[in-house]
């Protein structure tokens, strides 16, 4: 399995639908993804990204916590990995992968 971590804190509505729009998009890799969305407190609802995100095979879990940075945001997502993960990537809410993007990591 790979779990991609994903600190979010927005102001503006649209962006983490993008990214995982990035992430459901991912082809060539055989490996279950299971996606950690960190919402660290952020002023854009996470709920509302999720409900229009494009629908997806992969898992996701939101955790949300007081605002206290992407670091601890990213420490946060790490401390909820699943032990069946065998690889961990990051991906930042306002950012989107090319469709191979994990097939080449792995």
């Known amino acids: 399995m790979i779990t991609v971590v994903i600190p979010y804190y927005q102001r503006s509505p649209g962006i983490l639908r993008k990214a995982l729009a990035s992430v459901a998009a991912q082809q060539g890799c055989a490996l279950p993804v299971h996606v950690i969305v960190v919402d660290d ?3 854009a ?41 065998r690889y961990i990537a990051f991906l930042d809410s306002d950012d989107e992968w090319m469709p191979d993007h994990l097939a080449r990591a792995v």
């Open 41 to 43: 407190d952020s002023p």
């Open 45 to 85: 609802p996470v709920a509302d990204e999720l409900a229009a995100a494009v629908p997806t095979h992969h898992s996701v879990q939101v955790i949300t916590q007081p605002n206290a940075g992407p670091g601890a945001a990213r420490n946060t997502g790490l401390d909820n990995v699943s032990q069946e993960t």
